[in-house]
T-cell receptor, first 112, second 115 residues
Framework: SQQGEEDPQALSIQEGENATMNCSYK?????LQWYRQNSGRGLVHLIL?????REKHSGRLRVTLDTSKKSSSLLITASRAADTASYFC????????????FGKGTRLHILP | DAGVIQSPRHEVTEMGQEVTLRCKPI?????LFWYRQTMMRGLELLIY????????DSGMPEDRFSAKMPNASFSTLKIQPSEPRDSAVYFC?????????????FGEGSRLTVL
């Protein structure tokens, strides 16, 4: 069964704007990760946030985690055409050793 | 490092045929995962191994699916007999066990079409 659910399913924005994607999950977690997938390619890890962290930055990426609401957000600032891809959240639960479950993803399209 | 290597990249077969997908994880990685991706169901975890031992195969859809990891550098996912509903992209991913960045390294996937 899937743990994470991304929202929205699809998002189109103008280049230069910020893109925000959300992820909600159901059970407690050890950590939450975000991945990116370009069309026809494998997934690439972007960032990991642990359950005791609230916010993390990496370049133009900002991830937040609210364990009380069981939700996370991924913000991409100053979007570029190359950011067009699908973005997935993935969770690792405390009682499921190394088992990492993905959501269905958000398809992001950056308009030139 | 060459990354996770999967083969074949594309496979078209007829219903009832046996399909074998192969994966070479990154050297030194102790965990290996098989996922299946479809539009309808997204990314589903099929099975994962730690130190070549299957830990959880609860995601394997049915007895037609089997996976092996005979050594640290090779894994197979076999479907016998294949059915049209098995059409999907199958991904292999590896991770350093307990290095604990938690990051998975994915291969480029094997796109399976069962006619």
């Amino acid at each position: 069964s899937q743990q994470g659910e991304e929202d929205p399913q699809a998002l189109s924005i103008q280049e230069g704007e910020n893109a925000t994607m959300n992820c909600s999950y159901k059970t407690s977690i050890n950590n939450l990760q975000w991945y990116r997938q370009n069309s026809g390619r494998g997934l690439v890890h972007l960032i990991l946030i642990r359950s005791n962290e609230r916010e993390k930055h990496s370049g133009r990426l900002r991830v937040t985690l609210d364990t009380s609401k069981k939700s996370s957000s991924l913000l991409i600032t100053a979007s570029r055409a190359a950011d067009t891809a699908s973005y997935f959240c993935a969770t690792e639960s405390p009682n499921r050793d190394d088992k990492i479950i993905f959501g269905k993803g958000t398809r992001l399209h950056i308009l030139p | 490092d060459a990354g996770v290597i999967q083969s074949p990249r594309h496979e078209v077969t007829e219903m009832g045929q046996e399909v074998t997908l192969r994966c070479k994880p990154i050297s030194g990685h102790n965990s290996l995962f098989w996922y299946r991706q479809t539009m309808m169901r997204g990314l589903e975890l099929l099975i994962y191994f730690n130190n070549n031992v299957p830990i959880d195969d609860s995601g394997m859809p049915e007895d037609r699916f089997s996976a092996k990891m005979p050594n640290a550098s090779f894994s197979t996912l076999k479907i016998q007999p294949s059915e049209p509903r098995d059409s999907a992209v199958y991904f292999c991913a590896s991770s350093p066990l307990r290095a604990r960045t938690g990051e998975l390294f994915f291969g480029e996937g094997s796109r399976l079409t069962v006619l």
